[in-house]
């Protein structure tokens, strides 16, 4: 192949590139047939999941009460890592695709200058000179995809495992630390939710405020070791004895709550003293010396949602009853007598 043929061609290709931008928009679309379009998909779907979380973490962040209840854990440092985390991932995903945009686009300029030379050229040789560029070209641009899409998948797959971490945080989130029942932010989520279910579907909705009686005394007398596992074996009776629709939380230092879907205040009434009767019932001692802690026992007021009422006015009546509990001697159950 001569060498005045090899100059004659690259000339005419360096002569319509200042013409290739009116060509770049039909090779565009001949590049997407050269081209997988897999990674794109992986890379959209990457940056969507962690976009997710992103929201989910800036939205938690300012939300997030200023003064947290007591039985509220702190925010998790991990949860904050991980979406910073992910952020950054993202980022390197966003990264990654613009590399794959200006590869495609660099292509496509390539078919555009080789698409107006080819009429112009006389001879084989310098139609061989323009084929041998497009395959040396495409096979660049095949080795970038390539190596491209190895890149979005391993983000992708690292992607998924923040994902999964930012869902176990956020559940951590929700969780009293010591009893593992929901925490206070938890319930007032769930007692808006529920509220506004019973609103829509017109059924019933009782909440039950309970209080573990003389705890002070426990924790002075037996020390704060113990008053935490009174506390978690308080958690545990009251777990064993509710649906899976119920939602127990620690709402406070000694004090749960229990939101009961579906549920008029005399059954409500039913299951809360089974409760009350079988923590009375226990017989408590200090693991490690065995001495008797003697009887631990619990009150409990009940409101059923009213008409009138919203999640703040359902607790304030269901904690009325739990005082009239307390006043009228401890270990009992006091209910809604407008709704019984």
């Not at 000694?254 to 009350?276: D, H, S, Y």
Request: include cysteine.
């Amino acid at each position: 192949m001569g060498a005045n043929a090899a100059s004659g061609a690259a000339r005419r290709i360096a002569a319509v590139s200042r013409k290739g931008g009116r060509e770049q928009g039909s090779s565009a679309l001949f590049i997407s047939g050269l081209i997988s379009v897999e990674a794109l998909l992986i890379a959209l779907t990457a940056l969507s999941l962690g976009g997710l979380g992103l929201l989910f973490w800036r939205e938690w962040s300012e939300t997030a009460p200023t003064t947290a209840a007591p039985s509220s854990a702190p925010p998790d440092t991990g949860f904050t890592a991980t979406a910073l985390l992910l952020d950054r991932e993202a980022s390197a995903v966003l990264s990654l695709v613009r590399t794959y945009l200006d590869a495609g686009e660099r292509y496509s300029v390539s078919l555009a200058q080789a698409g107006q030379s080819l009429p112009t050229l006389a001879t084989p040789d310098e139609i061989g000179i323009i084929v041998k560029f497009l395959l040396a070209e495409n096979a660049k641009m095949q080795h970038e995809a390539g190596e491209l899409k190895k890149s979005l998948e391993q983000s992708k797959s690292q992607i998924d495992k923040l994902r999964s971490h930012l869902a176990e945080a956020q559940e951590i989130g929700m969780r009293d630390p010591l009893t593992s029942l929901r925490n206070r932010r938890c319930f007032d989520d769930s007692l808006a939710t529920e509220l506004a279910n019973a609103r829509a579907r017109g059924t019933a909705l009782s909440l039950v405020m309970a209080d573990i009686d003389n705890f002070k005394r426990v924790n002075d007398l037996f020390g704060h070791q113990v008053g935490d596992e009174i506390l978690k074996t308080f958690a545990r009776v009251i777990a064993d004895n509710v649906r899976a629709t119920d939602t127990i939380a620690r709402y406070g230092g000694e004090e749960f709550a229990i939101i009961l879907p579906e549920t008029q205040v005399e059954n409500a009434r039913l299951l809360t003293e089974r409760i009350r009767a079988e923590l009375e019932a226990m017989q408590l001692a200090v693991k490690e010396s065995g001495e008797q802690i003697g009887k631990i026992t619990a009150s409990f007021g009940i409101a059923e949602l009213d008409d009138g009422d919203d999640a703040n006015a359902l607790i304030q009546r269901a904690d009325v009853k739990l005082y009239q509990a307390k006043c009228e001697g401890k270990n009992r159950v006091a209910a809604d007598e407008m709704a019984a």
